[in-house]
């Protein structure tokens, strides 16, 4: 089984898997439908990422509509500050920000859920980080928000960020017209729409 616990802005789980040890190494179940984190649906695709340099953001991302992702992510060399940012319209903790430290020797890991902003930083120099999603990469209906937004305010403990020309360009939170709604009746408390509010 698995520690899961709440956050500071619901519904994004901090989980921590059990590990199971002795002289040869650890078994770890790093998922399991019975965990309860999906409520619609199941993952779909595993991704992994790879950032050679200490201090690489990257984010902050999210799909909409049917593409909408819910994520669940671990580190399994290094150590990662990750963060998810509630972009529900109409949430009571629109523009807060959860932030986790995600560490291959802790096996923590982080479920991120529709309707919410996902990035993280390198802590570490050689990070790889695992997720599951339960949608496909969808170019034509990806989104992004400044890393850097003031009105979010996120310590990423990084001088001097390594990051892509995209993420640099994204819009602040104030600029986008999000494209979820909060909506309490439904999954992760969010309807996604099939494109940006007007």
């Not at 170019?139 to 992004?144: D, L, Q, S």
């Not at 640099?168 to 494109?195: H, K, N």
Request: with cysteine; glycine share 10%; net charge negative.
């Amino acid at each position: 089984m698995a520690e899961i616990a709440q956050t500071a802005v619901p519904p994004v789980r901090r989980v921590v898997p059990r590990r199971f040890g002795d002289e040869r190494g650890f078994f770890s179940e790093t998922w399991r439908a019975d965990w309860g984190l999906l409520e619609a649906g199941a993952f779909v695709q595993d991704n992994h990422a790879w950032s050679a340099e200490a201090g690489t953001i990257r984010g902050l991302h999210f799909q909409f509509g049917p593409s909408a992702q819910a994520k669940l992510l671990r580190v399994v060399t290094g150590a990662i500050l990750d963060v998810a940012v509630d972009i529900r319209r109409g949430s009571p903790t629109f523009g807060r920000h959860v932030a986790a430290k995600l560490t291959a020797e802790g096996g923590e890991q982080l479920f991120v859920p529709h309707g919410f902003a996902h990035g993280y930083a390198t802590l570490t120099p050689d990070a790889h980080v695992l997720y599951k999603v339960d949608a496909p990469y969808d170019p034509k209906r990806e989104g992004a928000v400044r890393w850097d937004d003031p009105a979010i305010g996120i310590d990423w403990g990084v001088t001097d960020p390594v990051l892509s020309d995209k993420d640099r360009a994204a819009p602040l939170l104030q600029d986008i017209d999000t494209p979820f709604v909060f909506d309490e009746g439904a999954p992760y408390s969010c309807r996604s729409l099939d494109r940006p509010a007007a």
